[in-house]
Structures are given as C-alpha cells and as structure tokens.
C-alpha cells in the first residue's frame, strides 16, 4: 500500500526512535478514505515489527488521536462504496506530528 521509498523513510524514523531519540517527526505519509472522513498521518514504523506505523489518526468520529495501527489492516479496509484507502501522493508534511495533532484536537478532524 506504501511506496518503497515511503516505506524506508518510515523505517528510518522508527529505528531512530527505537534507539531512544525522542524526535518529533514530520508525517511521511498520509492515508485517506476517498469517500470519508478518515484519515491516517504515519510518521514511523516499528523496524521490529514492520506492519505497525505509529501517527495521527482519525477515524472521522471527531476524536482524532495519535497511537499505532497495523497497515496490513489498512491495506483490507474497504469503503462504504467498496473502494480502497489511499495514499496521497501530493502530501508533504509542512509541520511536526505534535503541530498536526494539536490542530485536529481543536477542529475535531485531521486536515492536511
């Protein structure tokens, strides 16, 4: 579901922070439901368990929160008119995760 080169720049953020560094990161990716209000901001994923990203995520309820997900799962998700998440192939983060997450907390929804 992610680009190869999507997918090492967010094994590269996960190793750094499995190494202890606490960083910020911008979001390398950002999932949508192109019938929905759901969308997912990944910024790493665990280089010990490469199916699990770690990011903003709003499953369109309006209580957007930021925690782990398991991208084979996103990868099976259908919509409500049997479509498949996508991936925007157009975002590029202009902030940090906590700037993303704070900015959802006070609209209720993720926008980017």
């Given at each position: 579901?992610?680009?190869?080169?999507?997918?090492?720049?967010?094994?590269?953020?996960?190793?750094?922070?499995?190494?202890?560094?606490?960083?910020?990161?911008?979001?390398?990716v950002?999932?949508?439901?192109p019938?929905?209000a759901?969308?997912?901001?990944?910024?790493?994923?665990s280089p010990?368990?490469?199916?699990i990203a770690?990011g903003?995520?709003?499953?369109?309820?309006?209580?957007?929160?930021?925690?782990?997900?398991?991208?084979?799962?996103?990868?099976?998700?259908?919509?409500?008119?049997?479509?498949?998440?996508?991936?925007?192939?157009?975002?590029?983060?202009t902030?940090?995760?906590?700037?993303?997450?704070?900015?959802?907390?006070?609209?209720?929804?993720?926008?980017?």
């Amino acid at each position: 579901m992610i680009p190869p080169v999507l997918l090492s720049e967010l094994l590269a953020n996960g190793s750094a922070t499995a190494r202890g560094r606490e960083l910020d990161h911008r979001p390398v990716v950002k999932i949508f439901d192109p019938n929905g209000a759901s969308t997912w901001l990944l910024t790493e994923v665990s280089p010990a368990n490469p199916k699990i990203a770690f990011g903003l995520c709003d499953t369109g309820q309006g209580c957007p929160e930021l925690g782990y997900v398991d991208l084979s799962e996103l990868a099976y998700v259908r919509t409500a008119m049997g479509l498949r998440l996508e991936v925007d192939r157009h975002f590029r983060a202009t902030k940090p995760l906590s700037e993303y997450a704070a900015d959802a907390r006070r609209r209720g929804r993720i926008v980017a």
